[in-house]
């Protein structure tokens, strides 16, 4: 099977380095901005091993052979490159989406109506020392579920695949649920870690319990308004897990205001500020830090 990672930054080439551990020897579409003579990426492992693995760039009009296209990016960048590369895709193609938020199905369905559609939720922690140098630092699960259309055979053979490469993977018939739970852990760990400048794991920490207590209710009121059924405690209990699996972690938020980068604000607590407004409910805190990561750049 042609598998295509589309995006260079730490999870695409976290997926490309582990991929290439399977028989399906995958290929990398890198962004313009990211054209390389490097024909080698090094990967340093959860238990600290360091390889060093060849690289097998493609150019987008290669985009067509390709039997799964696996795009790990920014939640904004999504839609921009589906509507980039839609040209060039097979339209047998599977199409996987891996990033941090949500984007409303209607805006991918308006941009991909006939194809496979799946999305990989993932809190594995991956951090960028160079440009084709990663370092696996939080060892974290992926879910994956249909978005639209995709067959069972494609479920089976891609959770497979995917979970040869880099376990566990996990299908869910209701990733619907599951995005909300990973929305709630990236509303709690990329703005509180990115504002106080912080590692994952310091969330653990008695100070900021009533706070994450706080964003986390706001967020179970949202999704019921939405007929999304949300425990509290086990979502608070998430948080907690994750935060811990990946407590030497720089979250993804926090990378980008290092780097002065665009973060994903607008489709993590952002998408809930938006949703909760036209159920006309009250989230402060979910505003507040919403304002706070705008803030940060003006
Ligand atoms: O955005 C991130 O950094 C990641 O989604 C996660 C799981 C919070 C780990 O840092």
Known sequence: MKIVVIGQGAIGLLWYSHLVSTEHSPALLCSQRAVTTDTN????????QLSVIPLNIINKEQLQLADVVLLCLKAYDILPA???????????ATIILCHNGIIAPNDIHAVLPKQSVLTLLTTHGSKKTDNFAITHTGNGQSQLGKLQQASEVEHKTLTTILNQALPSVVWHNNIGYHQWIKLAINCVINPITALNNIDNGELLKPQYQELIHKICFEITQVAAAENIKLELQQLINNVFKVASVTAKNCSS???DFQQNKATEIEHINGYIVKLAAQHQLEVPQNSLLYQQVNQHYS
Do not use: C, G, V
């Not at 990426?41 to 600290?48: C, F, G, I, R």
């Not at 589906?82 to 047998?92: F, G, P, R, S, V």
């Open 253 to 255: 938020m926090r990378a």
């Open 41 to 48: 990426m090094s990967l340093t492992t959860y238990d600290n």
């Open 82 to 92: 589906l509507k980039q590369y839609q040209a060039y895709l097979n339209e047998k």
